[in-house]
């Protein structure tokens, strides 16, 4: 069974950037078969997708956030990242890290609540 | 404005039936894109409930299925629990936006 676990800051100031990682257990990044994903929800709001990575290094974002996001991958720690630049209020959300395959979720992280506000 | 529009609340008894709804247009699932649903329990993440429109994940109730057609899909609760009270989304993709899309979310409430 696999696990995903955020962990970060869970404040961050206004234009700086957001910076979040996501570790796997109970199976390898590198094994393939998953896209390894990031999806926010905004307060009391629906869902959003962010962007996901392979463990190849393959990357592929939503293109309204795509000016302001990178996703990267450390294979050797089974870890894989997020980074959101130039940060408002508007991206105060809980961001969840998830595991994609066949375009659906299949294995979500507990998720971590990350406010913008100085 | 969620691409994908689902009714913002439903309610039902317990053991009666519900359907929510999902609808797209025709770059999503009207386009052939396959439908997934997530249910969320109150303070937790979401979970797969449905995939590839009426596919049940191991572990899942068979008193949950999905369906779709046209440019709409649904998911259907029998048997309403108590424990179904949740938030429920789904979820497509979408070529005009090329990204992962995601509906506004319904509410279950078992009355």
């Known amino acids: 069974q696999v696990q995903l676990q955020e962990s970060g800051p869970g404040l961050v100031k206004p234009s700086q950037t957001l910076s979040l990682t996501c570790t796997v257990s109970g199976g390898s990044i590198s094994s393939g078969g998953y896209y390894w994903s990031w999806i926010r929800q905004h307060p009391g709001k629906g869902l959003e997708w962010i962007g996901y990575?392979?463990?190849?290094?393959?990357?592929y974002y939503n293109p309204s956030l795509k000016s302001r996001v990178t996703i990267s991958v450390d294979t050797s720690k089974n870890q894989f990242s997020l980074k959101l630049s130039s940060v408002t209020a508007a991206d105060t959300a809980v961001y969840y890290c998830?595991?994609?395959?066949?375009?659906?979720?299949?294995?979500w992280g507990q998720g971590t609540l990350v406010t913008v506000s100085s | 404005q969620s691409v994908l529009t689902q009714p913002p609340s439903v309610s039902g008894a317990p053991g009666q039936r519900v359907t929510i709804s999902c609808t797209g247009s025709?770059?999503?699932?009207?386009?052939?894109?396959?439908v997934h649903w997530y249910q969320q329990l109150p303070g937790t993440a979401p979970k797969l409930l449905i995939y590839g429109n009426s596919n049940r994940p191991s572990g899942v109730p068979d008193r949950f299925s999905g369906s779709k057609s046209g440019t709409s899909a649904s998911l259907a609760i029998t048997g309403l629990q108590a424990e179904d009270e949740a938030d429920y989304y789904c979820?497509?993709?979408?070529?005009?936006?090329?990204?992962?899309?995601f509906g506004g979310g319904t509410k279950l409430t078992v009355l």
């Open positions: 990575i392979y463990y190849s290094g393959s990357t």
């Open positions: 025709s770059s999503n699932i009207g386009a052939g894109y396959d």
């Open positions: 979820q497509s993709y979408d070529s005009s936006l090329s990204a992962r899309v």
């Open positions: 998830a595991s994609e395959s066949g375009y659906y979720y299949v294995y």
